[in-house]
């Protein structure tokens, strides 16, 4: 299930896509059990949003899109400013409407937001990786291949779920 958030928007609009075909491959190497997990996409690309969306849907997971930094901070309203307990993982672009992504997740973390967050961009890493590191991030360097995204999210997910903290081990 995929719900979009826009800034105009009071509701979430859920669409629904379709569902794996299989098991999920990482599903035989999982130690810990996978609970039913929820990202939050923030990608001011409509169309780079809608395919990482159906990544993760395709994958099993819920995901919640926001378009832009107002629509990502009325998720964390939403949430009650528990945006920790209401997702699992927070992928953001760099370059999102009205600020960038990383100033975005510095007000998230200033608000004590610990949800494990990518970072996508295709600036230096060598200037966002110190700045990443402060904010308990993580980069994925654009262009990047989906496969990456993917492989990346669920080590994430089951570092969080397992108790290994936010960073794959």
Do not use: W
């Given at each position: ?17 379709p ?29 780079l ?22 629509s ?6 939403v949430?009650d ?15 999102v409407?009205?600020?960038l992504g ?14 494990p967050?990518?970072v996508?961009?295709a ?19 654009k ?5 990456n995204?993917?492989?990346?999210a ?6 969080r779920?397992?108790?290994?903290g936010?960073?794959?081990?």
């Amino acid at each position: 299930m995929v719900m979009h958030f826009h800034a105009t928007d009071v509701s979430a609009h859920e669409s629904h896509r379709p569902a794996p075909v299989g098991p999920a491959e990482h599903s035989q190497t999982v130690p810990c059990a996978r609970t039913l997990s929820r990202i939050l996409v923030v990608e001011n690309d409509r169309v780079l949003r809608d395919l990482i969306a159906d990544v993760f849907a395709f994958e099993g997971y819920f995901v919640t899109e926001a378009s832009d930094e107002e629509s990502l901070l009325h998720c964390a309203r939403v949430a009650d400013n528990r945006i920790d307990e209401q997702f699992d993982l927070v992928v953001l672009g760099l370059q999102v409407d009205g600020a960038l992504g990383v100033e975005s997740l510095a007000r998230l973390r200033a608000a004590g937001c610990r949800t494990p967050a990518i970072v996508l961009s295709a600036e230096s890493k060598y200037r966002l990786v110190p700045r990443l590191n402060e904010l308990d991030a993580m980069l994925l360097s654009k262009p990047f291949a989906f496969e990456n995204l993917r492989a990346l999210a669920n080590n994430v997910i089951h570092a969080r779920q397992c108790g290994y903290g936010a960073r794959p081990t």
